[in-house]
């Protein structure tokens, strides 16, 4: 019983406010989101700040449930599970982190796209974005890409990213979305 207090601890030092490993759903997601608008209602934060993370996690979550392939999410050790947390920073910045399995062949065209994005200043990002939303281009999950423009765009940061290889078949991509005032 001792390592259940230990991470309890362990989580408050790290100012962990929330915490999911499991199958993404669309009730887990209206779930959290529910229970993220009432605990950023109760912060004593600017509406601009809490309106920025807020729409900010809602795209992490969306793209958690939305392009996790259905190849993704049994991996050599059969989990079907993602991870998302959400911790607030001493200098007050928030973190809001998503893990998920990817299929190994789609890495290089994800961190093609994420090195791309992270390339671009706030104009050139607006103007991408612009550009996937004309251009018609929609990936098979329908999204075309817009989901990481726009949480780059709202972010205003670079996105911080790594592919940890599971085996021959699967990597781990964690994204990490840091969020200012």
Do not use: W
């Not at 499991?22 to 608008?37: A, K, R, W």
């Not at 004309?134 to 780059?152: F, T, W």
């Not at 996105?159 to 085996?167: G, H, I, T």
């Amino acid at each position: 019983m001792n390592d259940i207090q230990d991470f309890y601890n362990m989580m408050e030092r790290g100012n962990i406010m929330l915490s999911f490993k499991g199958e993404v759903t669309s009730d887990l997601l209206t779930s959290i989101l529910q229970i993220m608008e009432t605990k950023m209602e109760t912060l004593d934060e600017p509406p601009k700040i809490k309106k920025k993370v807020y729409n900010i996690l809602v795209e992490c979550l969306q793209n958690l449930y939305h392009h996790i392939d259905e190849d993704d999410k049994l991996t050599a050790q059969n989990e079907k599970s993602a991870l998302f947390m959400i911790r607030k920073e001493q200098d007050g910045e928030y973190s809001i982190m998503t893990g998920n399995y990817i299929a190994q062949e789609n890495v290089n065209n994800m961190k093609d796209r994420l090195d791309r994005i992270n390339a671009m200043d706030k104009e050139e990002l607006k103007d991408y974005y612009k550009e996937v939303l004309n251009n018609g281009e929609m990936s098979a999950k329908g999204g075309g890409g817009l989901g990481m423009i726009d949480i780059a765009r709202k972010s205003g940061r670079k996105l911080e990213y790594n592919f940890a290889p599971v085996d021959d078949k699967f990597s781990f991509f964690s994204l990490n979305v840091k969020v200012a005032q």
